[in-house]
């Protein structure tokens, strides 16, 4: 079954170009592309794409509002965010409203596969400069609060939260802990909902603070 995509790019000629990329590639369905966050939040909360490749710069409503209005409506679909340059402050307010990652528009087309497939697998491309910040912003909310909600997950669901801030990806944790890659993403849903996050980088943010862990980051391989 192919994983289903989806669009939302106000440059038409971009737009063309990624619907081909995925449609003419085996594994991918693009199954909708929008030219606006006005119509995208119209209607991708009841198409439910797998992953949605979301412009920043969009006109009228811009992608980072979008990617929250979303997230709050349709909190399983994965977002990850497109950039002509890595805005540091737009990139990382992204994250902080639940997208996955990012991607930079002039990543070549293989790169570009390869970091969607690894999103789906339940990574979060980034480079480590972001990634940094992520852990930074982890070190001013209470740290009681935070700790509070890491006492609410399981042995077993501390366990793949703690790998996932490793940079492990879904398929590496279910080998490493000898269960399928669909009891994984069941455990990282299950954190998601008692952690109140909807990205993996926040959660990771919120096991940081709360747990008093040493940052994976900037050297985590699969950042």
Known sequence: MAFRLSIVE????VRASLVRLFNETPGFQCVSDYASAEKALERLPAEKPDVVLMD???PGLDGIECVRQLKERAPSILVVML????NTGQVFQALQAGATGYLLKRTPPKQLLAAVMDVLEGGAPMTSHIARKVVEAFRSPPAAKA?????ELSARETEVLEMLARGFLIKEIG???GVGFGTVRT???????KLHVQSRSQAIVKYLHGAGASPPFPSDPKK
Do not use: C, M, P
């Open 10 to 13: 106000d440059d038409a000629g």
């Open 56 to 58: 920043i710069n969009l």
């Open 83 to 86: 950039t002509v340059y890595e």
């Open 147 to 151: 700790a509070d909600k890491i006492v």
């Open 175 to 177: 080998d490493q802990l």
């Open 187 to 193: 455990y990282v849903r299950r954190i998601y909902e």
